[in-house]
């Protein structure tokens, strides 16, 4: 199993920033892709920015060029630098870790997911 703890968020006004950390603890070997996810309310849950352990990312158009994902592989964190934030990035935000390990029969991933972190943006 793998657990993951976020931190950072909070209530800010528009304009302004926010940094998120999600902590991974557990059975971190092959833990491959890790990533945020937020959720509004009444909305689907939906792909914020996601970072392989090689670095390469990923974005929503709606995030792009505001918000930066990071990873310290040797810490087993990820980060997401949130700027330039809008009332629309108002959501309850989930980190999350893809684990893929290799076995005689297959490679096996499992998804885990933290408890979420609520971000809160005041126009």
């Known amino acids: 199993q793998v657990q993951l703890v976020e931190s950072g968020g909070g209530l800010v006004q528009a304009g302004r920033s926010l940094r998120l950390s999600c902590a991974a603890s557990g059975s971190i070997f092959g833990i491959n892709a890790m990533g945020w996810y937020r959720q509004a309310p009444g909305n689907q849950r939906e792909l914020v920015a996601t970072?392989?352990?090689?670095?390469?990312?990923n974005y929503a158009d709606s995030v792009k060029g505001r918000f930066t994902i990071s990873r310290d592989n040797g810490r087993n964190m990820v980060y997401l630098q949130m700027n330039s934030l809008k009332p629309e990035d108002t959501a309850v935000y989930y980190c999350?870790?893809?684990?893929?390990?290799?076995?005689?029969?297959?490679?096996?991933?499992?998804?885990?997911w933290g408890q979420g972190t609520q971000v809160t943006v005041s126009s």
């Open positions: 999350y870790a893809q684990r893929q390990i290799g076995t005689s029969t297959g490679i096996h991933t499992n998804d885990y």
């Open positions: 970072i392989t352990s090689a670095s390469t990312t």
